[in-house]
């Protein structure tokens, strides 16, 4: 199916910015998408606007009960100048899991790419070509009806911004390096029947508490246990966890309280794709630690859209520091990142028919 989309071309475009001092999420492309929903014309008026303000009433009911939701992916450059998305239907799958439990419209998957595909090829000389860099896309829908009530609005706005960003990690050439991940027994991220499993503003908000915890115990991020027993380990600050030990590569089942990650579902096929075995089911954190203890964690590392692969180095667990391995980089997390980085950017054949070109 094609889309007709109006586009109304920015009369200042701004000065690109160097791609060798670029921050995550600082800078932003001249352009956004905008589309508006309501009950009788579903989504309609898609258009390509100059970037800039929302015009929203303060009533909105985004702003006092949290209707809302977002996404997040990447185009990247290939080295023949290509422009390429990693599996945007599954970003698509993933928005309509999120909107189904916040109450808001659904979205047809080639709606949703295409308006992306849209948005992108109007900014693709944003896309920056320098090595570890790429267009950080954010997708997001936000409840508009202007009323002071628990009620599930009647309208809707889908917007579509994007961020020139530079390598994940702040090294030379982007390489990868090990982090220290806070053990967190105390705060929950999500509970069974919850919206764990969407990916909504307010399971962020409420993780910064921990995350300024751990920041204060010289830690990046935070492994989340389970809520009921705090025994099982979870999610990693933003990111799916997995754990290599005695060879089995081993990930939190997908049970409600865990977003189901697209960078989580690529390395699962691909593990499976290279004879590695890979099991989704619950592990405790003290398996974890008599794990080190003995010698028979060999990795521990965490998937997403940001970083690809986070190599972890350290735990600290009732403030006890568990080194990972040898504390550096494990040879799979390295393999799975460089496969994955490769795939999306083009140095690295396709074979999973994964990308899609803008």
């Known amino acids: 199916m094609s889309y007709n989309f109006t586009i109304t071309k920015t009369e200042n475009p701004k000065n690109k910015p160097d791609p060798n001092t670029l921050k995550f999420g600082q800078n932003f492309t001249d352009h956004m998408f905008l589309m508006d929903y309501n009950p009788d014309k579903g989504w309609h008026d898609g258009r390509i606007v100059p970037y800039g303000p929302l015009s929203v009433s303060p009533a909105a009911a985004v702003f006092h009960y949290g209707q809302e939701m977002f996404e997040g992916m990447k185009a990247y450059r290939t080295p023949d100048r290509r422009v390429q998305l990693f599996r945007p239907y599954k970003n698509a799958e993933r928005v309509n899991n999120s909107t189904e439990r916040m109450c808001m419209p659904f979205m047809e998957p080639d709606l949703f790419v295409n308006s992306i595909k849209a948005l992108v090829s109007i900014e693709r000389d944003w896309i920056p070509e320098k090595e570890g860099t790429s267009l950080y896309i954010r997708p997001f829908m936000i409840a508009t009806d202007p009323y002071l009530g628990v009620r599930p609005s009647d309208t809707y706005l889908f917007v579509i911004i994007l961020s020139p960003v530079g390598p994940y990690y702040d090294t ?187």
């Open 172 to 358: 030379p050439g982007g390489a990868l390096v090990p982090t220290k991940i806070f053990v967190e027994e105390g705060f929950v991220r999500a509970v069974t029947g919850g919206v764990g499993f969407a990916k909504v503003g307010g399971n962020y908000a409420a993780s910064m508490k921990a995350q300024k915890l751990a920041a204060e115990h010289g830690c990046e991020q935070v492994l989340w246990l389970d809520a009921f027993e705090h025994s099982y380990v979870e999610e990693i600050g933003t990111s799916n966890a997995f754990f290599v030990i005695n060879d089995e590569v081993i990930t939190p089942p997908l049970g409600g309280t865990i977003l189901p990650g697209v960078t989580r579902d690529s390395v699962i096929l691909l593990l499976k794709k290279w004879g590695i075995k890979v099991s989704e089911r619950k592990l405790r954190i003290s398996d974890v630690a008599d794990a080190a203890k003995n010698g028979s964690l060999q990795e521990v590392f965490a998937s997403g859209t940001a970083a690809v692969i986070s190599p972890v180095g350290a735990l600290l667990y009732k403030n006890e520091k568990i080194t990972i391995g040898d504390g550096n980089v494990g040879k799979l997390a390295n393999r799975l990142y460089e496969t994955l980085y490769g795939i999306q950017t083009g140095t690295i054949v396709d074979d999973m028919d994964w990308t899609v070109e803008v």
